[in-house]
C-alpha cells in the first residue's frame, strides 16, 4: 500500500457511463426509495445478477462494474425498458404526491390560517412550517451501506422511510463511518473475530454537498482540546428525506481527527465524547451552513444530545440572553428519545473528561463547569458523579419519550429522581412504541398477495386499520404456499452460507457437505437473531440439554434453530455466549440443525424474518426496551413465541402468539432462567410442534394458518413505523413546534417571561404551604359518593393564577401508600386574612368509582401554560403530616414519602 504521507496522489471518481434510455437507473440508484420496492430491486438485478450478489446488493457499484455490452443491449430491450420507465415513473410519482401529513396538516407546510389542535393545544399556523431534525448516531437503510450495528439504527432508518411515504418535512442527520460495524466471523473454536473494511464511498448512494459560493464541500468545525476539527457534509437521499452525514476524514485534520468518523462505537472513550461532539454541536452548525432551519430537534437515543449545548449557546450569541432563557427557547423544541433500560447502558463521562472537552464551550454557554456538568447527572449535588448523555437529553428537551409501554413505565422509575416529589406515573416521560417500515421487511411475494386482497394502498395510511381485516378473505392455501416458498427460500440461502462460512474456517468438504444438508425445508423452523448481550439469554433454550436433545431427535415433529447475531467486540461474556451455541450444535448429529449464521446485518434480518416459522426472543423482562425483529416477523406471518418485554408486553394475543410465562420477575437470574426455560419447553412439546403439524386432509395445518393471518392482521397497521411516524407527529412535532414558535418570536420574548416566572417560582416556593385540609368524609362512604374538599394554602408572594392546587386520590394499600392516583383541580375560592397574607381557600370534590381502601391528599403546582409536556423539577409541595408543607430542593426527595394521606375511607 501506498501511504498518502508517502506521496501526494491526486484522486478523482469514475461515474457509470450508460446508454441515454438507462440514464434513469443512475436516478434510482442514488435514492434509497428502491430499498423498500422489490420492483425497482429488479431492475438491478436483471442486469447482472451474479454481479448483484458480489456487490452485495449495491445498484451504484453495479453500474459501474457491468460490462458495457451488457448495458448497450439492454437498452435495446424493450420489456426491460417498458418496466424501467414504469418504476422511474413510480418513484418520481413519490417525490411529489400529497401524502398523509400534506393531507392531514397542509397548514404547516402552506400557512393556511386554521388552527391545529393537538394534546389539547391549539397551535398557531401562524407559526410558520415545520421542520424536524432527526439525530441518530445510526442509520440502518441497506446492507450495503453499513453505518448501522443493529436495531438502533435500522429503526432510525425506518423512520426516515415511513417520513418519506408519509411525506413529513424532515432530514436526518448522522455520522458517516469510513468502516462503519465490524464485520464478524467466527474462528474454529467459535470465538467472535472482527474485521473493519473500508466502505467505499465513491460506490456508495451518497455524494459530497457542494457549496455553490465555493464549489467546494460544505465544511464546518468543531472544537477540541487544544485544536479545531474540520467536518465535510454528505447528503444521502431516502426517498423524500435528506439524511446529511458528517465526515471528520479530511487532511488538514490530525491523523487520530480523521479516524472519529472511522467506526461506529468503536475505540475507547475519548474516541466516543468527540464523536458525540461532532454528530451533536458538529450536526447543528452542519445544519446552519447548508441552509437547514429545523423547527424541531428530534434526539434518537443521548448519542446526540450536545446538540442542547450548540443550541442554547447559538440563541445566546443572536439574542443576547442568560442561559437559562435559552435554554427554556431551546427546550420547547427539543424531542428525547430514550431506548436504554438501564442506566449502565447509557453514555456517561468522567467530570474531569468534560471539564477538558468543554472549557471551550463555557463561555458561549454562559455557565461554568459546575453548571454545566449539572445539566448531566441526576444528583446535581453529587461532585463525583458522571456526566449522563441521557440526563442531559432529560433536563434540556421539554418532550421524552420511551419506546413501549412498559419501557415507558421502567423509563418513569429510573429517572423519577430528577423530578423529585412527582409520583412515578407522572414523571414526564411518554411512551411511542416502536415500529417497522412494513415494505423493508415483508417479502415481496407477500407483498404482491397484500395488493391482491387488501389493495395497492395498504401501507400509506397510518391510521387505516380496517383494511387489514381483508386478511381473513385470503385463502389459506395461498399463504401456506407462500410462506413455504419463503422458508425453502431462506434454507437454500442458508446452505450457502454454512458452505461459505465453514469453508473460511478450513473444515473438509465432506463435513461442510453434512452440515448444509443437515436443514430441511419442510420442518419447523424458529429463528434467534438479535445482539448478543447476556440479558437476551441465547442459550436459555440450551438451559436442559436432555430436553432439548429429545426434540431435535424427533422423527414426527422435527425442528431446526437459526441463530445470528453479534456481540461487541469488548463483550467477552456475549461473545463466550456464540461460543457455547457453536460448541452445543457440533455435539450430536441431530443438534447440526442448530446453525449459527455469520455477520448479521439486515440481509440476514431480512431472511430469516421473512422465512421462519416461529421468532424466539427470551430477554430478562424489563431489560427490552422495544425490540422490532419480532415486528419484522409477524408481519410475515411468522409467530411470536416469547418473554412479555418490551413490545410484546403490550402486543401478545394468545390467539396469535405464545409468552413465555405470564410476566413474572424474579430476585434470582438462576430461578428465572430454570423456571422460563421449562415454560419454553413446555410450549414447544405440548403447543407449538403439535399445531405446526396438525394437518388436515389436504395437509393444510389450518389452526396455525389462523395465527399467521392474526399476526399479520393486528401486528402489522399497529406496529409500523408509519404509524410510529405519525404518532410522534401528532403526540410531540407538532406541538414542540408551536410551543417554541410561541417562546421564540419576538426575540425570545415568550422565553425571556418564562424564565423571569420560573424564576419568581423558585424564589417564593420556599413559603408554600398547606396548612389544613377538609372534607366530608368518614371512614366508610358508599361508592360513587361525592367527597368534598377544602384545604387552606399559604401562597406567600404568589397569586392562585399561578398555582394548580390539586386534590389527588386513588387506592391505598395496607402500608398507607397510593398506587395509583388521578388529580382534581381545586378553586380558589376566598383569600384569607391574617398569617402576613397569601393564605386562600381552594375547594373541590371526587367521587370514589371503585370499592375498597381509598385516599387522598392535596399537593401544589406552579401554573404556566407555557409549561407544556415538562415539568419544573424541585416545584411540588404536598399536604404533609406536620401541617407545615414542604419545599424540596433538587436532590432532596427524602421527605417525598412523607406526604399524608389526608383522608383514607372504606369504599363500598
Request: hydrophobic share 35%; aromatic share 10%.
Amino acid at each position: 500500500m501506498l501511504h498518502s504521507g508517502q506521496a501526494r496522489i491526486r484522486s478523482f471518481r469514475v461515474v457509470p457511463d450508460l446508454p441515454p434510455p438507462l440514464r434513469p437507473l443512475l436516478e434510482l440508484a442514488h435514492n434509497l426509495w428502491w430499498t423498500w420496492h422489490p420492483e425497482a430491486v429488479d431492475l438491478f438485478k436483471r442486469l447482472d445478477r451474479d454481479l448483484w450478489q458480489e456487490t452485495y446488493h449495491n445498484p451504484v457499484k453495479l453500474l459501474g462494474l457491468v460490462r458495457q455490452s451488457v448495458l448497450d443491449r439492454t437498452a435495446e430491450d424493450q420489456s426491460y425498458l417498458h418496466n424501467l420507465n414504469s418504476v422511474h415513473a413510480r418513484f418520481k410519482a413519490h417525490m411529489t404526491r400529497n401524502s398523509w401529513f400534506q393531507r392531514q396538516y397542509p397548514q404547516f407546510l402552506e400557512g393556511a390560517p386554521a388552527a391545529h389542535e393537538a394534546r389539547g393545544q391549539t397551535i398557531d399556523p401562524a407559526s410558520g412550517p415545520m421542520r424536524i431534525a432527526y439525530f441518530s448516531a445510526e442509520f440502518g437503510l441497506t446492507e450495503c451501506f453499513q453505518i448501522y450495528s443493529g436495531g438502533l439504527g435500522c429503526l432510525a432508518g425506518d423512520h426516515l422511510k415511513s417520513a418519506s411515504e408519509l411525506g413529513l418535512p424532515l432530514c436526518g442527520v448522522g455520522l458517516l463511518y469510513r468502516c462503519g460495524y465490524f464485520h464478524q466471523y467466527l474462528n474454529a473454536d467459535g470465538w467472535q473475530q472482527e474485521t473493519y473494511p473500508d466502505i467505499d464511498f465513491p460506490n456508495q448512494p451518497i455524494h459530497r454537498l457542494i457549496d455553490p459560493e465555493t464549489g467546494e464541500q460544505y465544511r464546518v468545525s468543531v472544537e477540541l482540546p487544544e485544536r479545531s476539527v474540520t467536518i465535510g457534509v454528505w447528503r444521502c437521499n431516502v426517498g423524500r428525506i435528506p439524511l446529511y452525514l458528517l465526515d471528520t476524514n479530511f487532511p488538514e485534520n490530525r491523523r487520530e481527527d480523521r479516524d472519529i468518523t472511522r467506526t461506529l462505537y468503536g475505540g475507547d472513550i475519548e474516541t466516543r465524547i468527540q464523536q458525540e461532539i461532532v454528530l451533536g454541536i458538529g450536526g447543528v452548525r452542519a445544519l446552519a451552513k447548508i441552509g437547514e432551519t429545523p423547527t424541531v430537534f428530534h434526539i434518537n437515543e443521548g448519542h446526540a444530545a450536545f446538540l442542547a449545548v450548540e443550541r442554547i449557546s447559538t440563541l445566546r450569541d443572536r439574542y443576547g440572553v442568560s442561559f437559562d432563557e435559552a435554554n427554556r427557547a431551546s427546550a420547547a423544541a427539543n424531542l428525547f428519545t430514550t431506548h436504554t433500560p438501564v442506566p449502565a447502558g447509557i453514555d456517561r463521562f468522567a467530570p474531569e473528561l468534560m471539564e477538558r472537552y468543554f472549557a471551550p464551550y463555557l463561555h458561549r454557554l454562559g455557565l461554568d463547569a459546575e453548571g454545566l456538568l449539572a445539566l448531566g447527572r441526576s444528583n446535581v449535588f453529587d461532585k463525583s458523579e458522571y456526566f449522563s448523555m441521557a440526563v442531559l437529553a432529560l433536563r434540556t428537551s421539554n418532550s421524552c419519550n420511551a419506546v413501549s409501554k412498559l419501557h415507558g413505565q421502567v423509563s418513569r422509575s429510573m429517572w423519577q429522581n430528577i423530578w423529585p416529589g412527582v409520583p412515578e406515573p407522572e414523571v414526564p416521560i411518554a411512551h411511542v412504541t416502536n415500529g417497522v417500515h412494513a415494505r423493508s421487511w415483508i417479502s415481496p411475494n407477500l407483498m404482491k398477495l397484500f395488493d391482491r386482497y387488501l389493495g395497492p394502498d395498504w401501507q400509506l395510511d397510518p391510521t387505516d386499520y380496517e383494511t387489514w381485516d381483508s386478511i381473513n378473505e385470503m385463502p389459506d392455501e395461498e399463504l401456506w404456499r407462500t410462506h413455504g416458498r419463503q422458508r425453502e427460500k431462506l434454507i437454500t440461502w442458508c446452505r450457502r452460507r454454512i458452505r461459505k462460512q465453514m469453508r473460511a474456517r478450513g473444515l473438509g468438504h465432506d463435513e461442510i457437505e453434512k452440515s448444509a444438508a443437515a436443514l430441511d425445508p419442510d420442518i419447523l423452523t424458529i429463528g434467534f437473531a438479535r445482539r448478543f448481550a447476556t440479558y437476551k439469554r441465547g442459550t436459555l433454550l440450551m438451559h436442559d440439554p436432555d430436553r432439548l436433545r429429545a426434540l431435535f431427535n424427533s422423527k414426527e415433529r422435527p425442528l431446526q434453530l437459526l441463530i445470528a447475531g453479534k456481540a461487541h467486540p469488548a463483550d467477552g461474556p456475549g461473545k463466550d455466549i456464540i461460543r457455547q451455541i457453536v460448541k452445543f450444535a457440533s455435539e450430536s448429529d441431530h443438534l447440526n440443525r442448530i446453525v449459527f449464521l455469520e455477520d448479521y446485518d439486515i440481509e440476514v434480518a431480512r431472511r430469516l424474518v421473512q422465512g421462519c416459522d416461529v421468532w424466539l426472543n427470551t430477554p430478562r423482562r424489563g431489560m427490552e426496551a422495544s425490540g422490532t425483529s419480532g415486528m419484522k416477523a409477524a408481519m410475515n406471518g411468522v409467530i411470536n413465541v416469547s418473554i412479555l418485554d418490551g413490545w410484546y408486553d403490550e402486543g401478545h394475543e394468545p390467539n396469535i402468539g405464545f409468552s413465555i410465562g405470564k410476566g413474572e420477575t424474579y430476585d434470582d437470574p438462576s430461578l428465572e432462567d430454570a423456571v422460563e426455560s421449562r415454560a419454553l419447553y413446555d410450549l414447544l412439546e405440548r403447543q407449538i410442534l403439535p399445531e405446526f403439524y396438525q394437518r388436515d386432509e389436504s395437509g393444510m395445518p389450518r389452526k396455525w394458518i389462523q395465527r399467521m393471518k392474526g399476526s399479520i392482521r393486528a401486528y402489522t397497521p399497529r406496529f409500523s413505523t408509519n404509524r410510529m411516524v405519525a404518532d410522534y407527529t401528532e403526540q410531540f412535532y407538532l406541538l414542540s413546534h408551536g410551543v417554541a414558535h410561541t417562546l421564540r418570536e419576538n426575540d425570545l420574548a415568550g422565553a425571556k417571561g418564562l424564565s423571569a416566572q420560573i424564576g419568581r417560582l423558585r424564589q417564593h416556593w420556599g413559603r408554600v404551604s398547606i396548612r389544613k385540609v377538609e372534607s366530608n368524609v368518614t371512614t366508610s362512604i358508599p361508592v360513587r359518593t361525592p367527597v368534598r374538599v377544602r384545604t387552606l394554602v399559604e401562597l406567600g408572594e404568589l397569586k392562585p393564577s399561578e398555582v394548580h392546587v390539586q386534590l389527588f386520590h386513588g387506592e391505598v394499600t395496607s402500608l398507607g401508600d397510593m398506587l395509583h392516583g388521578t388529580a382534581v383541580e381545586l378553586h380558589a375560592t376566598a383569600e384569607q386574612a391574617g398569617g402576613g397574607g397569601g393564605l386562600y381557600t381552594f375547594e373541590g370534590e371526587f367521587a370514589a368509582a371503585g370499592s375498597g381502601r381509598r385516599g387522598f391528599t392535596v399537593r401544589v403546582l406552579p401554573r404556566d401554560d407555557r409549561l407544556v409536556g415538562t415539568m419544573v423539577p424541585g416545584l411540588i409541595t404536598w399536604y404533609q403530616q406536620d401541617d407545615t408543607g414542604a419545599h424540596f430542593e433538587s436532590g432532596d426527595a427524602s421527605k417525598y414519602a412523607a406526604s399524608k394521606l389526608s383522608g383514607v375511607m372504606a369504599v363500598h
